[in-house]
């Protein structure tokens, strides 16, 4: 697509600072959107804990026949976080300067690692409003024309966030060693 790629901000890059969740579980006795809120956040800490400590080749290392990479996936997290939780509730999103059909799985030579993940934080931002907005019932039109509530949408990017964390363990493991969801928690 024809935008350039955001220029990092204040944000570090992912192997600067240290990433350690806002709370170490769901809260026990929370209500409905809080407890998911809540999961959602824990695995998109888990996801960029999965960057750090990692040098940029190591975290677009191909490490499956489908080109799956690290960077790839928190990519294409940041792209799909906009899509439902801001484009199917009519909500702003920033433009983008890939094609989210055929690019959001792969970092290109020309995206830093930086520029990814302030590219996500900007996306969990925008997601994070549109989640506090807008009651679970509320119903958006997603990309393929399906009427979704957003109670659908926050369980479906967890889903999806959780996929991809998985995969990201994996990886993960493959490239150093590391394992579980953050240093010292299985």
Known sequence: MSSPQPQPGPVPSASSAPVRPAALHVPYTGGEKESLHASLDL??????????????????????PSGTSLLGLVKHLAAVEYGWFCSTFGRETEPFWFDPATEDMAASADETTAGIVVFYARARAAADAAIRETDLETTGTAWDGRVVSMRWVLIHMLEDTVRHAGHMDILRELIDGGVGR???ME
């Open 182 to 184: 953050f240093p010292g």
């Open 43 to 64: 695995h998109r800490d888990a996801v960029l804990w999965k960057l750090e400590g990692l040098d940029d080749e190591q975290v677009r290392r191909v490490m499956t």
